[in-house]
């Protein structure tokens, strides 16, 4: 597989206006202004003890644990919902049912983080649509970790599933003909040829749903409340801590969930990297390393 290649410096100088670095080097300052202060204002000789008091503690292990198991339960679901959207395109019925799951898709993008809060308060509550006959069995949903769960499947399954949709629209639906008439089943198909050449999409997607799990606010507090040791994530102890007059902690709290993602993005990239290098070296015949 070609790399396209890099354009010259001249060549860049020739089709890019200059004027354009002014809003671009505003546009970098406008985000990274924020972060940068952030830090400036931290005392690093309070950061220590901010992070390892036991609310701290247990809002960290609460958010990753809960982050965890939601980005599972993401891949569980949306790798099936990304396979029929991709399958699905065509004429007729099937223009129309992947219009519909395409607008389902999107609803927790553009919905307020309260407006989700209680669309699940109402789905899932005590009084709610499923919440009642699960009160019946006697299982609480609300005020939960497993509140927290859903918010969080809520709010990240669909950018694992774009993102891996968007993977799965680049595989060469040849290799998946192929296949078929070699004998493969379905299920075949997808474990060894679909499935891995979309591969950087799926991690980018499932990465993408942690770092969105992990940041969950609005909705959580809505839905789940603000239960220590129960439902209270990093952001509401981030909230509360503020709210509490200890702006070292919400701002030690602030900056572990920067380091958070920052960690995200670069696994991110690395795993993108590697997993694109390997399927360039197997298409090449050339071994890995």
Request: proline content about 7%; glycine content about 10%.
């Amino acid at each position: 597989m070609s790399h396209p290649e890099t354009p010259s410096p001249r060549l860049i100088r020739a089709i890019t206006p200059g004027w354009m670095w002014v809003p671009a080097l505003i546009a970098v300052a406008a985000l990274a202004g924020p972060v940068i202060a952030l830090g400036a204002a931290t005392d690093p000789s309070r950061l220590v003890g901010a992070l390892t008091a036991p609310a701290a503690r247990d809002a960290v292990v609460l958010s990753l644990a809960t982050s965890g198991i939601s980005t599972a339960i993401c891949l569980f679901l949306g790798l099936p919902l990304a396979v029929l959207l991709h399958r699905l395109r065509g004429p007729g019925w099937r223009s129309a049912v992947l219009a519909v799951l395409r607008l389902v898709l999107v609803i927790p993008l553009v919905l307020s983080p309260v407006v989700s809060g209680l669309a699940l308060l109402h789905l899932w509550g005590r009084q709610g649509l499923a919440g009642q006959g699960l009160e019946a069995l006697g299982l609480s949903v609300a005020y939960t970790p497993a509140a927290v769960v859903l918010v969080q499947v809520f709010v990240a399954l669909p950018f694992l599933t774009v993102a891996a949709l968007s993977s799965l629209e680049g595989v060469d639906g040849d290799l998946e003909l192929a296949a078929a008439n070699s004998g493969a089943s379905a299920a075949q198909i997808l474990r060894h040829v679909t499935f891995p050449l979309a591969a950087p999409g799926i991690v980018l997607g499932a990465l993408l749903a942690f770092a969105r799990a992990l940041g969950e606010y609005g909705a959580t507090i809505t839905f789940a409340g603000s239960v220590a040791g129960s439902t209270r994530t990093i952001p509401l102890q981030i909230e509360l801590a503020f709210n509490s007059s200890d702006p070292e902690a919400a701002l030690g709290l602030a900056l572990l969930l920067i380091g958070f993602y920052l960690l995200v993005i670069g696994s991110a990239a690395l795993a993108v990297l590697l997993l694109r290098r390997g399927r360039e070296d197997g298409r090449a015949g050339r071994p890995l390393g």
